[in-house]
């Protein structure tokens, strides 16, 4: 699926199951949310944290779509087109940072 596709999805999905768009505000608090779920997990699976019980089935992958459903909610409202913004973030980046992820001695 193409980020446009999954832009019109999403779009579609809000409009005729979800009723309508929170605000920008509410769903900016949603999103701070979900992201916490998934460190909530990374740090669990990856850091030294350990599970409790009722944290064993939870699934990655389904927190970083809600994280990726709520972003693009947000670049619906807000008329991004995800695309475009990040074909102009990989641009930048690839300038900014041509030699310095190479030349940084704690990456080697």
């Known amino acids: ?23 920008e505000l509410t769903n900016t ?6 992201v916490g779920e998934v460190a909530r997990i990374m740090s669990r699976k990856y850091g030294e944290q350990s ?3 009722s944290d064993k ?4 992958g389904d927190e970083m779509a809600d994280v990726l459903f709520v972003l693009i ?8 087109d995800l695309t475009a913004a990040l074909e102009k973030n990989l641009e930048k980046k690839s300038i900014r ?12």
């Open 73 to 80: 909610c947000l670049a619906n409202q807000t008329g991004i």
């Open 51 to 53: 599970f409790k019980e």
């Open 29 to 34: 608090a949603i999103l701070m949310e979900e």
């Open 1 to 23: 699926m193409e980020i446009k596709e999954a832009q019109q999805l999403v779009d579609n999905w809000i409009k005729t199951t979800g009723v309508r768009y929170f605000n």
């Open 57 to 60: 089935k939870v699934d990655l």
């Open 97 to 108: 940072d041509a030699d310095r992820h190479r030349n940084n001695e704690k990456l080697k």
